[in-house]
Nanobody, 113 residues
C-alpha cells in the first residue's frame, strides 16, 4: 500500500521548535521529489518547502527561509521538516507530498502560549 505518514506535530510555544517526519512506504521513495505543504485554519493550501530526489536542490517559501530546514534520508524512506523560531503564523496542518501526487494525512502544528 502506498502511504505517507506524517508525525511530530503538536503544541509549541512561540519561538520554539518542532521536527516533522514523513515516513514513506509502498513506493520507491528515492525516485520522488518531496514537498511540505501546510493549511492554516480557514485558509487554503500553502507550499512550504521542496527537496529533490537526492537532496541537492531545496527551495522554501519566503516565510520559512532561515527558520525551516527540509531534509530526507532515502535509506530510511523518510523526509523531515525542522522548524525553528515558530510563530503563531505557522499554526497549520502540515502535509508531506511526494511527486505532487501522493499525500499524507497531515500533522497539526499549533504555536501558542
Amino acid at each position: 500500500e502506498v502511504q505517507l505518514v506524517e508525525s511530530g506535530g503538536g503544541l509549541v510555544q512561540p519561538g520554539g521548535s518542532l521536527r516533522l517526519s514523513c515516513a514513506a512506504s509502498g513506493f520507491t521513495f528515492s525516485s520522488y521529489t518531496m514537498n511540505w505543504v501546510r493549511q492554516a485554519p480557514g485558509k487554503g493550501l500553502e507550499w512550504v518547502a521542496y527537496i529533490d530526489k537526492g537532496g541537492g536542490l531545496i527551495h522554501y517559501v519566503d516565510s520559512a527561509k532561515g527558520r525551516f530546514t527540509i531534509s530526507r534520508d532515502n535509506a530510511k524512506n523518510t523526509a523531515y521538516l525542522q522548524m525553528n523560531r515558530l510563530t503563531s503564523e505557522d499554526t497549520a496542518v502540515y502535509y508531506c507530498n511526494a511527486g505532487t501526487t501522493l499525500w499524507g494525512q497531515g500533522t497539526l502544528v499549533t504555536v501558542s502560549s
